[in-house]
């Protein structure tokens, strides 16, 4: 079991491009979770998904992030316009369906210039 | 104010010592309670969770919740420098595929 993959590991985007992030649960997990980790702000939830359908989205900004699920195997966080002030790990978990262990994967690191 | 809090922000501790952390939740929502550590480079890792009131064990890693106060508590016997990390506690509201909020973390130093 590879565990929760992340692509890529790194990515630098100038202020005000695309990224996008990646995410490839453990077969078999059903729930997919999004999170962010800075020095300041520590590890905040973004978004999550049960089934492939978005269940919560309460801790994504309003603007300029978007999360998708279009299939059981990957996951996608999208930010547009990337701002100074999204740099930070973002980590994605996945579980078991009904099981609260969430297994988290490395990370992506973004550094938006 | 943060949900969890945790305490202390930092710790050290002689390899084969004993290391206490502590987290707080401030709302009654979220009352189950998972301990995480991360080392540098890689995502958390599920040490234990405690749902109920009392201790649980899990070889050199015990937790203590007391529901009434929401205080939960993670003592590491027999500390080795492999348990220098940052320790999370986690909150949810219940014991499903439901998000988790974190404390701000202690970092646990190992000093063989």
């Known amino acids: 079991n590879a565990g929760v993959i992340q692509t890529p590991r790194h990515k630098v985007t100038g202020k005000g491009q695309e990224a996008t992030l990646w995410c490839e649960p453990i077969s078999g997990h059903s729930a997919v979770f999004w999170y962010r980790q800075t020095i300041v702000q520590g590890l905040e939830f973004l978004t999550y998904?049960?089934?492939?359908?978005?269940?919560?989205d309460s801790g994504m900004p309003k603007e300029r992030f978007s999360a998708q699920m279009p299939n059981q195997s990957h996951s996608t966080l999208k930010i547009q316009s990337t701002q100074p002030q999204d740099s930070a790990v973002y980590l994605c978990?996945?579980?078991?369906?009904?099981?609260?262990?969430?297994?988290f994967g490395p990370g992506t690191r973004l550094t938006v210039l | 104010q943060q949900k969890v809090q945790q305490s202390p922000e930092s710790l050290s501790v002689p390899e084969g010592g004993m290391a206490s952390l502590n987290c707080t939740s401030s709302d009654r929502n979220f009352q189950y309670f998972w301990w995480y550590r991360q080392h540098s480079g890689e995502g958390p890792k599920a040490l234990m969770s405690i749902f109920s009131d009392g201790d649980k064990k899990e070889g050199r890693f015990t937790a203590h919740l007391n529901k009434a106060s929401l205080h939960v508590s993670l003592h590491i016997r027999d500390s080795q420098p492999s348990d220098s990390a940052l320790y999370f506690c986690?909150?949810?509201?219940?014991?499903?595929?439901?998000?988790?909020?974190f404390g701000a973390g202690t970092r646990l130093k190992v000093i063989a």
């Open positions: 986690a909150a949810s509201e219940a014991t499903g595929n439901y998000k988790y909020v």
């Open positions: 998904f049960r089934n492939q359908a978005p269940i919560d």
């Open positions: 978990a996945s579980s078991f369906p009904g099981d609260a262990e969430q297994f």
